[in-house]
């Protein structure tokens, strides 16, 4: 079930360019952004993959399903499709910002008042498909867990990620360091 790294290339080129939900830009785009976000603010390489994958299960979601994208009325829980495909290729380091990812979001919402006006109006949808905002305990278990702090940065560069007029790398750019972070 494990992925390999040019597979894993293979499936953004070729369903990356999906819309991502409601937002203006495809799904690569969206993750190539949000990868060059987090390169430019110093991460590690594992956090910079994380960035760029963090989407991975919507387009497994959607291979599965045989739909050009997936957009429902339902949270597809993309947050943990792709961990079962990439859990032989990469370290925690990379896989729970990953799964952790939209409950950064959902901490957020709890731990800054001002954050949920910040959200895109397809981002404030999701946020209601995948449980709304954190009460105190859940928000003070999540933010101890080990990997909460990258999620919450990951989840402010995903939030940023999403302007059609911004330009990334390719995603060449990336595929050294996926294969750095691979074991």
């Given at each position: 079930m494990s992925m390999n790294v040019t597979e894993v290339l293979d499936l953004l080129e070729r369903r990356g360019q999906s819309q991502y939900g409601m937002e203006a830009v495809s799904?690569?785009?969206?993750?190539?952004?949000?990868?060059?976000?987090?390169e430019r603010a110093g991460e590690t390489p594992e956090t910079v993959v994380a960035a760029l994958l963090h989407d991975l299960g919507h387009l497994l979601a959607a291979e599965r399903d045989g739909q050009k994208d997936h957009n429902?009325?339902?949270?597809?829980?993309?947050?943990?499709?792709?961990?079962p495909f990439l859990r032989g290729l990469f370290?925690?380091?990379v896989l729970e910002p990953i799964r952790m990812h939209v409950d950064a979001k959902r901490y957020l919402c709890w731990a800054e008042a001002s954050y949920w006006a910040s959200l895109s109006d397809a981002s404030k949808d999701s946020l209601v498909k995948q449980g709304g905002i954190f009460s105190q305990a859940q928000a003070e278990a999540f933010i101890v867990q080990?990997?909460?702090p990258e999620a919450v940065r990951l989840r402010r560069y995903d939030d940023l990620?999403?302007?059609?007029?911004?330009?990334?790398p390719d995603l060449g750019h990336y595929a050294d360091q996926l294969q750095q972070v691979a074991h």
């Open positions: 799904q690569l785009a969206h993750a190539l952004q949000c990868a060059h976000l987090a429902s009325e339902q949270d597809d829980l993309h947050q943990f499709i792709a961990l370290s925690d380091a080990p990997f909460a990620a999403k302007d059609p007029a911004k330009t990334a």
